[in-house]
Each structure stands twice: as structure tokens, then as C-alpha cells.
């Protein structure tokens, strides 16, 4: 190991009890091989990093309590103390990493370049127990905007002078400051911003804020719902508690718990007592303020993408549930195209038929006169879907088919995900992605699902990056929702469909 590698690990484990491990973790092909040491002095001594591997360390130390294997375990409950507080940052600059953490007022003791993001960590002036530091370092994450899957008990991170395999990148030191900070400064930050925030308990969850977003018509409320920046708060307070009392017609109680849980999102928030505050005054004396006409307005506006019925009003056709049979996604669901689906769609709605000038109709948004897809292209479409047997065509109509269909199972879709892709709201590769994890969703589940991005690149005949792009994207949108979950130890990764 590298001199600065020595450095940063006996930052973190020198005078380590003897009593404790330290693990190091190697992964590779899927599988990982655990190594722990009793000592600093050992690991140094014996652990040659493997440059073909990707290669971890617990930040924790780890007890001798085994695990059902009757190996030494890495799980949660057996991580006993630490020496720093860690963030985890991935896909923004440098520089933005340097803004988010300015809050804390003090320089971090490393930055670390893992090959694909950032690692900050604070070194502590002493050894502290690995539950009392993760009771603040959630927090402090969710402040800064880090990634929250890492601030865990059990969390491995990569090591510095080791090769990120996921782009054959240096993981490196960039920035030491040799510094230690008691753990009691980063506590009293964390019980600062408590006293801040109100005490009452927001009983809104964050998957139900979401779901209206998705759900709504207005493309300036739906944006506003994901967060807003300072100077714009005002501005969405008025449209928020307007379309939250006229348009969904709530309870002032609800409404105001809603908009509470929506201040959580802003950057910086408000504090709760300011929101409550202005959302009395507009609701007590209720504003009109839904219109496009007002000032703030116009950074949120998109009129093009808009299904307000002052804008734009929906395409037309009957909100029936489509139901897919599920012997599309039997075989070659690769091959068929999210267009495809969408006139799968249609035609299952129009149980009787439609002629080409017909579709051509349903298709068409009526105030602005657009089109989804040209002539040739829709013409292109259909007779894919003949020639591969899922739609029939009888004179000029051309009709879904249900042979052998009956007694099969299906998946059941909403029109609004056909909206969605026709308005251009979404791509239609983003349109098919959500239509295969239905097919995974049960409603009794609350529409939460399992599959990894391996087993739906798989099904979708594409790499697991795209697949990856494709959920941030509509996880950006507020139609998908990422949940994490630890068992034994280790980050699991489940999905809320929220259209």
C-alpha cells in the first residue's frame, strides 16, 4: 500500500482494542471473500490488494460474532465501534461535493476519488459506538444530500488505492487535512437543526407526495412538489395550498401536513413554523392563485408538457384498465417496441376496432392538433404487430387479439401510462421498462417490487446501465420510487410504482 493509504487506514484503526476486527471485503463476478484482522499492524503486514478485484473495507470494527455459516460476521449487529463520520457522493463534481459540505463549517480530513463519486470522512478525535454515530450520521447525510444507502453500521467502502472495476478507475486520495473533530461538535449540529424543525410528527409520507405529483395535470405544481430553492418557496406556497384546497379539495389538516413533508424537499427549507404561518394566511383568505398569469410562475412552466385542461387537455379515450396478457413478456419482449405497447394498449381499450384514420384520431391532442407519431411511422407499427400475431385486422379495423388468451393471467396497466408516452412525458423505452415491472407489481403490495437491474436488463434485451439510466429517470419524474432495505447486513434495493 501506498504511503497516503497507510495513512488514512491508521486514521481510522490505529490503537484499534484488540478485542475488534478489522474486514476487508473483495468482490468479484458476484461473489466476495471476507478477510478480517486482528490489528492494523497485520492487515498492512498481510493484505496485498488485488487490482482485479474490487476491493472494501468496513469502516466499522467488527466483534466475533458469527454468522450462520460460522464465519465471522459483517452484519449490522456485530459492527461495535468507529473513527469517523463518512459520506458517500456519486455523480455530481467535485465542487458541488465542496458546496454541500460547507454546511458543517470545518474541512474534512479526506476526500477520497472512488473511481465513480466522492467519499468525505471526518476523523474523530476518539473510538465512539457505531449506533450512536449512525443516530447522527443519517441526519447529517440527509442534510448534505450524500447518498443515505451508506450511512449504515455495517457499511463497506472502497479502498483507497484499489481499482473501481465498474470503469477501471483509481479509488485515490485527493485532499488530507490531518485534523480531528469531537464527535460531540457534529451531535450539537444535529440537535441544532432538531430544535429548528418542529416537533410534531408529519404523518404524510414521502410515497404519498410523490403519487400526487405523478398524478397531477399541471406540469408547474408537479415540478413544484419535487422541491424548490430559496427565493421560490413563496411562490409555491401559494400555488401548493391553493391546488391542494381547490383541486384535490382537502381538509385544511391534511393539506398542511402535505405541504410540511414538501418543505423537507426544498433546499434550504423553511422553517416549519413560517410554513404553517403562510399556509394559514392563503388558506384563511383563499387566494386564487392557479392561474399562468402570475409572476414566479414561468420558471415552472412548460406549456408543451402540460395536461392542464387551461393548457392542454388530455388525448381522449376511456380511462379502462389494460390488461396485457402475459405471454407478451413469455418470449422476445425485447423485441417488441414501447410504440408497440401503446397501440396494444389503445386497441384493448376500443374492444370493437379501430380503422387507421381512427387511430390516427385517438391520437391526436385536440386543442393543440399534435400528433403522436407520423403516419408512416403508426403504419410501420401495425404491421409489426400483425406479422408477430398480436393484433388482427378484419376489412380496415384492426383489432387487439385474445386468441388463446382466456384463463391466462395478465398485467394490468393504467391509460395514464399510455398518456404519459404519447404526451412525451416519457420515452418509450422508459414506457416499456414500467410496463415489464408491472408485471412484478401486486396490488396488494402496494405496487412494490423486487427484481434487480440484472434480471430486467435481461428481460428487456439490454445493458444494466441503460436499465439504471432509465429508473433515475423516472425516479426523477416521481413515477418510480427507490425503498432500501438492509438484511443481514447488507443494502437491498426494492421499487414503488407510482402511476
Not at 491508521?10 to 490503537?15: N, P
Not at 474534512?108 to 472512488?114: A, D, L, N, R, V
Amino acid at each position: 500500500m501506498d504511503f497516503s493509504t497507510r495513512e488514512f487506514l491508521e486514521s481510522l484503526f490505529d490503537y484499534l482494542d484488540s478485542k475488534f476486527l478489522i474486514e476487508i471485503r473483495e468482490l468479484y463476478n458476484n461473489s466476495n471473500k471476507n478477510y478480517f484482522y486482528k490489528s492494523l499492524d497485520e492487515l498492512l503486514e498481510l493484505y496485498k490488494p488485488d487490482l482485479e478485484k474490487h476491493c472494501y473495507f468496513g469502516i466499522s470494527s467488527r466483534g466475533h460474532k458469527k454468522n450462520t455459516k460460522g464465519k465471522t460476521s459483517g452484519e449490522n449487529s456485530n459492527c461495535v465501534d468507529v473513527k469517523a463520520l463518512w459520506f458517500d457522493f456519486d455523480y455530481i463534481t467535485l465542487d458541488e461535493v465542496k458546496d454541500r459540505i460547507k454546511v458543517f463549517n470545518i474541512k474534512p480530513s479526506y476526500i477520497i476519488s472512488s473511481g465513480n463519486g466522492y467519499h468525505v470522512y471526518y476523523i474523530l478525535e476518539e473510538r465512539i459506538e457505531t449506533e450512536k454515530v449512525v443516530k447522527i450520521l443519517r441526519p447529517l447525510t440527509k442534510k448534505i444530500g450524500a447518498d443515505m444507502r451508506v450511512a449504515t453500521h455495517s457499511k463497506i467502502l472502497r479502498l483507497p488505492g484499489t481499482v473501481n472495476k465498474k470503469n477501471d478507475s483509481w479509488c485515490e486520495i485527493i485532499e488530507i487535512n490531518r485534523v480531528e473533530y469531537p464527535f460531540e461538535y457534529f451531535e450539537k449540529m444535529v440537535e441544532a437543526d432538531e430544535e429548528q424543525l418542529t416537533e410534531k410528527v408529519i404523518k404524510i409520507s414521502n410515497a404519498e407526495l410523490s403519487k400526487i405529483a405523478s398524478r397531477c395535470q399541471s406540469y408547474c405544481i408537479s415540478k413544484m412538489l419535487s422541491g424548490v430553492k430559496k427565493g421560490e418557496r413563496n411562490t409555491a406556497t401559494l400555488r401548493l395550498t391553493n391546488y391542494f384546497r381547490d383541486i384535490l379539495k382537502l381538509e385544511k389538516s391534511k393539506a398542511l401536513d402535505l405541504l410540511q413533508q414538501w418543505n423537507k424537499k426544498n433546499k434550504p427549507m423553511e422553517f416549519p413554523k413560517e410554513v404553517e404561518k403562510n399556509f394559514n394566511s392563503i388558506w384563511d383568505k383563499e387566494y386564487k392563485f392557479l392561474g399562468c398569469e402570475f409572476d414566479g410562475v414561468e420558471k415552472f412552466c412548460k406549456k408543451d408538457k402540460c395536461f392542464s385542461p387551461i393548457i392542454q387537455p388530455k388525448l381522449e379515450f376511456e380511462n379502462i384498465p389494460i390488461k396485457f396478457d402475459t405471454k407478451i413478456f413469455e418470449k422476445d419482449y425485447e423485441k417488441l417496441t414501447g410504440y408497440e405497447l401503446v397501440f396494444l394498449g389503445l386497441l384493448q381499450i376500443f374492444p370493437d376496432g379501430l380503422t387507421f384514420e381512427e387511430l390516427k384520431d385517438k391520437c391526436t391532442t385536440k386543442k393543440t392538433g399534435k400528433v403522436f407519431l407520423h403516419d408512416q411511422t403508426r403504419k410501420r407499427v401495425l404491421e409489426d404487430l400483425l406479422d408477430k400475431k398480436l393484433i388482427e385486422q378484419c376489412g380496415e379495423l384492426y383489432i387487439y387479439s385474445r386468441k388463446g388468451q382466456y384463463n391466462r393471467a395478465y398485467v394490468m396497466i393504467s391509460p395514464s401510462l399510455l398518456r404519459l408516452v404519447m404526451h412525451k412525458m416519457i420515452t418509450q423505452a422508459e414506457f416499456k421498462l414500467l410496463v415489464l415491472m408491472k408485471k412484478y407489481a401486486r396490488k396488494e403490495d402496494d405496487y412494490i417490487i423486487f427484481p434487480t437491474e440484472v434480471t430486467l436488463a435481461k428481460e428487456l434485451g439490454i445493458t444494466q446501465s441503460v436499465v439504471s439510466k432509465h429508473i433515475s429517470n423516472l425516479e426523477g419524474k416521481n413515477y418510480l420510487e427507490k425503498m432500501y432495505y438492509v438484511k443481514r447486513g447488507y443494502d437491498f434495493l426494492k421499487y414503488r410504482i407510482l402511476v
